[in-house]
């Protein structure tokens, strides 16, 4: 929470899960009421991340942070839906965590950071991933927590200012 509130966060900024002071309130904010993917009916722009993620987007300045872990095995998938199955999934492929940096305007991934690679030491729920913490950030540094993989953090313009080998 410290990494979040450091800074002076905008009124447009959502440094953290569940936006300024974790109230999960856009004040403000004036986000469409429908849209459409398919017609692009209010979507400004769409990328593609690579990997599973269901980390929550943050927001400073410009800037749209994301997290993902990209599996070396082309068939991992989410599950959606509810069922009673809650058996980890055994993915002990290698993985990649990885952070990106993505232009609010435009959609361009302004830049993009691998955090760690390995086998994960922890297996994921089906309806989960190896990426599931949100990024926070205070508009210096952007730290990313992948569990038992790791505490990462990043300048604004992707810079490692932190030694991870440490």
Same mark, same amino acid.
Request: hydrophobic share 35%; proline share 8%.
């Given at each position: 929470? @410290? @990494?979040?509130?450091?800074? @002076?966060? &905008?009124?447009?900024?959502? $440094?953290?899960?569940?936006?300024? !002071?974790? +109230?999960?309130?856009?004040?403000?904010?004036?986000? #469409?009421?429908?849209?459409? @993917? *398919?017609?692009?009916?209010?979507?400004?722009?769409?990328?593609?991340? #690579? %990997?599973?993620?269901? /980390? +929550? $987007?943050?927001?400073? %300045?410009?800037?749209?942070?994301?997290?993902?872990?990209?599996?070396?095995?082309?068939?991992?998938?989410?599950?959606?839906?509810?069922?009673?199955?809650?058996?980890?999934?055994?993915? *002990? *492929?290698? =993985?990649?965590?990885?952070?990106?940096?993505?232009?609010?305007?435009? %959609?361009?991934?302004?830049?993009?950071?691998?955090? =760690?690679?390995?086998?994960?030491?922890?297996?994921?729920?089906?309806? +989960? +991933?190896?990426? /599931?913490? !949100?990024?926070?950030?205070?508009?210096?540094?952007?730290?990313?927590?992948? %569990? *038992?993989?790791?505490?990462?953090?990043? &300048?604004?313009?992707?810079?490692?200012?932190?030694?991870?080998?440490?």
């Amino acid at each position: 929470m @410290a @990494a979040a509130t450091a800074g @002076a966060a &905008s009124a447009g900024d959502w $440094p953290q899960f569940r936006g300024p !002071s974790a +109230s999960g309130v856009g004040d403000g904010a004036k986000p #469409p009421v429908k849209w459409d @993917a *398919s017609k692009g009916t209010n979507i400004v722009w769409s990328v593609e991340i #690579p %990997g599973l993620a269901d /980390s +929550s $987007p943050i927001v400073w %300045g410009d800037q749209i942070f994301v997290t993902t872990a990209v599996s070396s095995d082309p068939k991992q998938t989410f599950r959606i839906g509810a069922y009673g199955d809650t058996d980890p999934v055994n993915d *002990s *492929s290698p =993985h990649k965590w990885v952070v990106l940096a993505i232009d609010k305007k435009t %959609g361009k991934i302004l830049w993009q950071q691998t955090a =760690h690679e390995g086998v994960p030491k922890t297996k994921r729920h089906p309806k +989960s +991933s190896q990426a /599931s913490p !949100s990024p926070v950030t205070n508009g210096k540094v952007v730290v990313a927590y992948f %569990g *038992s993989e790791g505490l990462y953090a990043y &300048s604004m313009t992707g810079e490692c200012p932190v030694d991870r080998r440490k």
